[in-house]
Antibody
Framework: QVQLVESGGGVVQPGRSLRLSCAAS????????MHWVRQAPGKGLEWVAV????????YYADSVEGRFTIFRDNSKNTLYLQMNSLRPEDTAVYYC???????????????WGQGTLVTVSS | DIQMTQSPSTLSASVGDRVTITCRAS??????LAWYQQKPGKAPKLLIY???SLQSGVPSRFSGSGSGTEFTLTISSLQPDDFATYYC?????????FGQGTKVEIK
């Protein structure tokens, strides 16, 4: 069965960096676009970033453009999110999600991980 | 970006009730719309994609309809397991966006 397991969350000071990982299993990882979606405490869902199946195409939400980088290692079946210049408003549970298609542009999410909490606070 | 607006924000209902949630898009998205269910402390779960296609394993009491800018999620007979928050999501463009959510509470 499909499994997505996030790790790397924690408490970090404003302006610092953090890298999240998402280990995938149960499907052919290299065939699908992958996404990060976040949810601030008590708030709704916000799409963050997407990467195509081959890693060549990436898109970001305006709120993280220039600060966050999504990348993947298909040999390790792992998705990453490098988060730099973190702000208090980046505090959220971060979910990785499998896209239904290959490119990720215009996708729904058929499987989700359990999420990892990132808290940005001094 | 395409804005998604759900109504109502909160809905109080009883077991056995028919429940309808509405989602409106700020511009036409054809049928590129999905619905998710989320319970407290859990990840969202896909219910419906392409506006009306039921995801495998999802009970048939859930159904979706609509196209263009107006969409609905209907639960034909509310069950105890259905009390949760529901989100719509457009995927017409790479910048996928969600509605603000509808919380279905016990009346």
């Amino acid at each position: 069965q499909v499994q997505l397991v996030e790790s790397g969350g924690g408490v970090v000071q404003p302006g610092r960096s953090l890298r999240l990982s998402c280990a995938a299993s149960g499907f052919t990882f290299s065939n699908y676009g992958m996404h990060w979606v976040r949810q601030a405490p008590g708030k709704g869902l916000e799409w963050v970033a997407v990467i195509s199946f081959d890693g060549r195409t990436k898109y970001y939400a305006d709120s993280v453009e220039g600060r966050f980088t999504i990348f993947r290692d298909n040999s390790k079946n792992t998705l990453y999110l490098q988060m730099n210049s973190l702000r208090p408003e980046d505090t959220a549970v971060y979910y990785c999600a499998k896209g239904e298609g290959t490119e990720g542009a215009g996708d729904y999410f058929d499987y989700w991980g359990q999420g990892t909490l990132v808290t940005v606070s001094s | 970006d395409i804005q998604m607006t759900q109504s109502p924000s909160t809905l109080s209902a009883s077991v056995g009730d028919r429940v309808t949630i509405t989602c409106r898009a700020s511009q036409s998205i054809s049928t590129w719309l999905a619905w998710y269910q989320q319970k407290p402390g859990k990840a969202p779960k896909l219910l419906i994609y392409k506006a009306s296609s039921l995801q495998s394993g999802v009970p048939s009491r859930f159904s979706g309809s609509g196209s263009g800018t107006e969409f609905t999620l209907t639960i034909s007979s509310l069950q105890p397991d259905d009390f949760a928050t529901y989100y719509c999501q457009q995927y017409d463009s790479y910048s996928q966006t969600f509605g603000q959510g509808t919380k279905v509470e016990i009346k």
